[in-house]
């Protein structure tokens, strides 16, 4: 495992009185986890003092009982006791109260001191460590950059009766996480045509039920028999959208009876809602049958859209969950020093109440995602990458809930919606006993329903829709039109590949508190009809492709929801 430099310094007057070794913790710390430990500080202490610090270290792990997962002080003194190294201590004896002084209890001043970290130029992009956001979309203007942390160990999630780190318990009873959609093992899409009018026929269905009570609608082929002059609605899919040679909108809407053209008119407020408009959505519009009855003239057009009357719900008890996704392990722009910090971070008193840790995909950078890539890889093996993410994933607290989707550089199908890993992936990451899901899925963190979607079509939206509707430097927006339409991949045929199944999982059916996404590698939140909307950004420094596509990316934040209050807070760690 990589392990990011430390310098230790216990705040007594800046001195290291031992004269320990200062990479020494550090490294003990990395080894434990290696081997599935959590432990005390007390305990890297003493082995950290001993003279030949891996022979008391094996000594210690030899001791300890077959169901502990913390090595404790008492356990590396009886190690120490029964062995010539308690003799080599000298003057330095455990008993010593000058040395007890020394030693960073769980109440001292320790710090892991780390170079400043530095804040990505960026024209709307998050300043202030500890910024909140409570309504509306307005970007914060300041942020300072998380430099220090105090002193921790790293480890693999602990048992039931021993989740906990210094400074910080979680009662495991409390741990609540529900998952809603998930269709892993549920694909029975073979490609065939048939499928492929399931899976529309089932959008339609479903989506045509939450327009038909703001509308009276009528069936495509009932409109034709209607008179002219008649004020009719429909609700449909949208199958083209081209403008006239007077500039109007010509609209055509296709429901399970036919298609029917409807114009919108240049001069009409709503003609701007025409830039919104995706193929393959979902509409309904209301207005008024021309003379001849052909076409209907649009007064009105509606989205599936999220109820302004939203109220989210919240948990019951203060409680907080960290979001973040591509972390791109395997590339060589992956900023391990970040996740390192990020992971300190998570161990302090500091990040109390952060319980839960959701990524929402493109755990390890992937082969053959994009041209030449192979000549930005530090891992060139798909599944060694996945070994070293586990490697990271084990600095993460113990304790804490895990939750991951796949993105379109993981292991798993192209196509959306994407299964969870599958079992052997699984088993590679399986140090603190994460939960897998498909991508999209619906996962309630108690009570608090967080959309988990990795953000592919996010690209097929900026690409679409006019600058001040979506854009890579706003990517919340764009997760603002998805919520709109009620469907986290609207268009199909272009860049976002869509698997035919007898059921849409990309549906937006029940309305989320949070719609988590990534993709982009870009920073952005706001509200939308008060669901709390995240693009977390990544943990990957620029890359050559992205320097074609002139993408520069927001590496190391973390992003962390306050469960009680759906307040934010941006962390910096880049």
Known sequence: MVVASL???????????????LETPARIVSELASRGYNAERDAVTLLADAPDTDAALDRALETLPDDALKLRSEHVRDALETDDSKRSLGDRSLSDPSRSEATASPDSDATVDRDSPSTPERSAGPTTDNTSVSTGEEQPQNQNTATTSPVETRGVRSSDSDRQTRGREIDPDRLSVEIDGDMTGQSTGTGEYSDFVAVFRDRYERLSKQLRGRVNHRPTDALESLPGNEDAAVVGMVSDIRSTASGHWLIELEDTN???????????????????????????VEGTLADDGGILFVDSLHFPDIPRTHEPSTADRPVKAALISDVHVGSQEFKADAWHRFADWLHTDDAEGVEYLLIAGDMVEGVGVYPDQDEELDVIDVYDQYERFSEYLKEVPGDMEIVMIPGNHDAVRLAEPQPAFDSELRQTMSAHDARFTSNPSLVTIEGVSVLMYHGVSLDEVIAELPDEKASYDEPHKAMYQLLKKRHVAPQYGGHTRLAPETRDYLIIDEVPDVFHAGHVHKLGYGKYHNVLTINSGCWQAQTDFQKSVNIDPDAGFAPIVDLETLELTVRSFG
């Open 7 to 21: 310098t230790v310094t216990l705040l007594l007057g800046g001195a290291n009185p031992r004269g320990v070794p």
């Open 258 to 284: 036919g298609t029917f053209p409807t114009l919108v008119m240049k001069d009409r407020p709503i003609a701007d809602l025409v830039s919104e408009l995706l193929l393959d959505e979902v509409i309904a």
